[in-house]
Structures are given as structure tokens and as C-alpha cells.
């Protein structure tokens, strides 16, 4: 299978995630346009957010397989063809779109916006965007950041929010998604614990009563990890957007899920298949997080930190990538 999969320079965890699945899968089969440097092994990854931990770096360089159009309908020769972030890949789609066709193209969207793309800011604003290609409309959409403004936004903001509160259908050619973490950084087993809590902890109520970090802690991703496994429990939330990179990170870790205020995440939204007291904690506060950790019995602990170092599992991108092409396949695209 020859796939070409549209790239941009900047980091963005879906795409790379996504990116990082196809290559694990299908390596050099994978061409991209252009290459995504600062996945390969020995990139400048200087300037990229996190310290570039889990995603960046990570590919070989045999894997590298760069693409170069001679001209746009070099795209029919292409199996699959994946815009990895359709905000950011507009113009090469417009280009492109007289030669895509429907049962070989996919369209990521990992922004954390809720809107479908040309539902949302300066593409309101501008007439000039009103009539142009929405690729939802053509091609099979994928998008981690669903909530009640995703569908709102959908029938131009015409109906009360309200109306979408409760969705229980998504609107046709749009499919949910999240980000993946990268198949060999989950771990195979539970570590032995030596403290409750991480060190690094984006919840700033609970940074406060534990008196810890809410900046990045680490410098070495090794040291990240290793102080993830020796952790019962790690501290999670939505930030921008309800997925994030850290959920995955915790989990692959060995680390029991505790997710502020988790219950109200819409359903559709990723990160998907959390389930309190099944596979994560979700807490509304400092006192509320306390009392359900001293609560847990032992047997109740290592169940719940089994059960979520096998969310993590779920979760690899090479799984992630398999469910898309498993879509395709089974024609449950477009209708």
C-alpha cells in the first residue's frame, strides 16, 4: 500500500501521532509532503513545546521517505492520501481536490477549536471563504475536539446552542478521533510505586495543597518517564481542549488517570473510553480527589491501574491508525 500523507513543520500531536502510526505500520511506504523533520531521529527539536518528550525524535531516519509533486495529479498514484491537519493544509487541498477520490482520502482535524473547518473565525468573516470546498462535505473528516459548538457551529450558529446540548448522532462524513502515543513508550508492566503523586501537576488548586510544579519539571524525557512509573496516581484536566498529550502519557506510564472534572467532557470529545472508577479517577476538587484516593482498597488500586495502562494500550498510534483503515474498509464512510 503506497500512501502520501500531507505534512506540515509545526508540532501538532494528532497529525505526529498519526504520522507516527502510519510509519510503525507501513514504514517507507509512507511518502510525505513535505518531510516532517522534527519526528526523526537526530531533528532540531529546539524550539518544540515539552521538550519535544514522547513524540519528537522518535522515528529513524530509514523511515524517511519525502515526496515531491511534478504535478498535483501525482496524487492519483497514491493508495491513501492523509491531510494530517486540514487547518494548516487549506491550500494544498484546493489544489489537490480535482484529482482526491473519496474512498482513498482522509481529512485529520486535531485543532482545539470544536469547529469543523470553514465553520470558524476569519472563514466567517470573509466572503470570500462562503462558497469554497468544506472537505467534510466530500471526504471522510476526522476530528478529536467534538462538543455541542461543533454542531452549532455546523448549522451557522443559526439555532440555540442549547439545541445541541445532548447530541446523540454525529453529522454525516464526521468521525471522532484522538491522539495516539507511540506504540514502545507503553510500558509492558506495572513498576513498583514509591509516592502518590507526580511531580509535574497542571491542576492548580491541587499544585498548591501538594506543593508541587505546574512548569516543566524535566529536562530528560527519561527522567519524566521514571518519575511517571514511580507514581500511583497522576493529575490531568483539560486544558485548551479536552485531549492532550499528558492523558497518554500518564497511562503509558503506569500511572492511574485523575481527571478533574472528566464527567463533563462531551461524548463524543476525545479522550474516549475513560471510565471513573473503571479506568481513571474524576474529581471536582481537591477534597473530592483526597477522600476517593484514601477510600481505594488495594485490590481496588491495582485494578484500576491495570485497566488503565490497558487505556493506554488501546491507545497506541499504530491502534489509532488501524481503527481509521479499519473504517474505510468496513464502508462505513460517507453513509
Known amino acids: 500500500m503506497k500512501i502520501l500523507a500531507i505534512t506540515h513543520p509545526q508540532e501538532d500531536y494528532l497529525a505526529d501521532s498519526f504520522l507516527i502510526?502510519?510509519?510503525?505500520?507501513?514504514?517507507?511506504?509512507?511518502?510525505?509532503?513535505p518531510l516532517k523533520e522534527i519526528l526523526y531521529q537526530?531533528?532540531?527539536?529546539?524550539?518544540?513545546?515539552?521538550?519535544?518528550f514522547t513524540y519528537y525524535r522518535y522515528l529513524s531516519r530509514k523511515l524517511a521517505q519525502p515526496f515531491q509533486f511534478n504535478s498535483w495529479s501525482d496524487i492519483q498514484s497514491f493508495d491513501y492520501v492523509v491531510f494530517t491537519s486540514i487547518?494548516?493544509?487549506?491550500?494544498?487541498?484546493?489544489?489537490?481536490?480535482?484529482?482526491?477520490?473519496?474512498?482513498?482520502?482522509?481529512?485529520?482535524?486535531?485543532?482545539?477549536?470544536?469547529?469543523i473547518f470553514l465553520y470558524a473565525g476569519k472563514f466567517w468573516k470573509n466572503p470570500n471563504y462562503w462558497f469554497m470546498k468544506k472537505p467534510h462535505h466530500y471526504f471522510p473528516y476526522f476530528k478529536r475536539e467534538i462538543t455541542p459548538k461543533t454542531?452549532?457551529?455546523?448549522?451557522?450558529?443559526?439555532?440555540?446552542?442549547r439545541v445541541f446540548s445532548k447530541p446523540t448522532k454525529l453529522p454525516r462524513n464526521i468521525y471522532p478521533i484522538s491522539f495516539g502515543i507511540p506504540d514502545s513508550k507503553v510500558i509492558d508492566f506495572i513498576p513498583p510505586k514509591t509516592k502518590l503523586f507526580t511531580e509535574h501537576i497542571v491542576d492548580e488548586e491541587v499544585k498548591?495543597?501538594?506543593?508541587?510544579?505546574?512548569?516543566?519539571?524535566?529536562?530528560?524525557?527519561?527522567?519524566?518517564?521514571?518519575?511517571?512509573q514511580q507514581s500511583r496516581f497522576g493529575i490531568t484536566m483539560k486544558r485548551a481542549g479536552w485531549d492532550c498529550l499528558r492523558h497518554y502519557e500518564l497511562a503509558a506510564n503506569g500511572c492511574v488517570l485523575c481527571f478533574r472534572e472528566l464527567t463533563k467532557k462531551?461524548?463524543?470529545?476525545?479522550?474516549?473510553?475513560?471510565?471513573?472508577?473503571?479506568?481513571?479517577?474524576?474529581?471536582?476538587?481537591?477534597d473530592d480527589l483526597i477522600n476517593q484516593i484514601q477510600k481505594l482498597k488495594d485490590k481496588e488500586y491495582e485494578r484500576l491501574v491495570e485497566n488503565t495502562l490497558a487505556w493506554a494500550q488501546s491507545k497506541k498510534c499504530t491502534v489509532i491508525v488501524q481503527q481509521v483503515f479499519n473504517r474505510l474498509d468496513k464502508g462505513t464512510i460517507l453513509g
Open 87 to 115: 487547518y494548516r493544509q487549506y491550500d494544498i487541498f484546493k489544489c489537490c481536490f480535482p484529482y482526491l477520490d473519496v474512498r482513498k482520502t482522509i481529512v485529520l482535524d486535531g485543532e482545539d477549536k470544536p469547529n
Open 151 to 161: 454542531f452549532h457551529s455546523l448549522y451557522y450558529k443559526l439555532l440555540p446552542e
Open 266 to 286: 462531551p461524548p463524543f470529545c476525545a479522550p474516549h473510553d475513560l471510565i471513573p472508577k473503571v479506568n481513571c479517577i474524576s474529581y471536582f476538587n481537591y
Open 21 to 33: 502510526g502510519l510509519k510503525l505500520l507501513y514504514g517507507k511506504q509512507v511518502c510525505e509532503y
Open 208 to 228: 498548591r495543597k501538594l506543593n508541587k510544579s505546574s512548569v516543566y519539571v524535566f529536562s530528560r524525557e527519561s527522567d519524566y518517564y521514571e518519575d511517571l
Open 42 to 52: 537526530e531533528a532540531d527539536i529546539s524550539h518544540v513545546r515539552g521538550n519535544g
